[in-house]
Nanobody, 118 residues
């Protein structure tokens, strides 16, 4: 089993920044790719960004140039640096684990709320 714990969410104003963290524990050898998903209020869950153990990344078009995903393999932690936040970034953000990018995640964290006020 794999446990994923998110932290770093909160309430910020438009234009500000936040950094989310995702700490992995357990059978982490089963995870090659860690991705962040988000679910805005009343909308479907969507992929935000993902990163492999080898540092390959992908991003949703809506966050390219504003968000950066990174990971520290020694700490089993993945980060999502979010800059120039917009009200439409308001959502619950989930850390997920999968065997590779582009496949449905097998593991999900509990989620952390990000609220961006205008």
């Amino acid at each position: 089993q794999v446990q994923l714990v998110e932290s770093g969410g909160g309430l910020v104003q438009a234009g500000e920044s936040l950094r989310l963290s995702c700490a992995a524990s357990g059978s982490i050898f089963a995870i090659n790719a860690v991705s962040w998903y988000r679910q805005p209020p009343g909308k479907q869950r969507e992929l935000v960004a993902g990163i492999t153990r080898g540092m390959s990344t992908n991003y949703a078009d809506s966050v390219k140039g504003r968000f950066t995903i990174s990971r520290d393999n020694a700490k089993n932690t993945v980060y999502l640096q979010m800059n120039s936040l917009k009200p439409e970034d308001t959502a619950v953000y989930y850390c997920t684990g999968a065997y590779s990018l582009g496949v449905s995640p097998r593991y999900w964290g509990q989620g952390t709320q990000v609220t961006v006020s205008s």
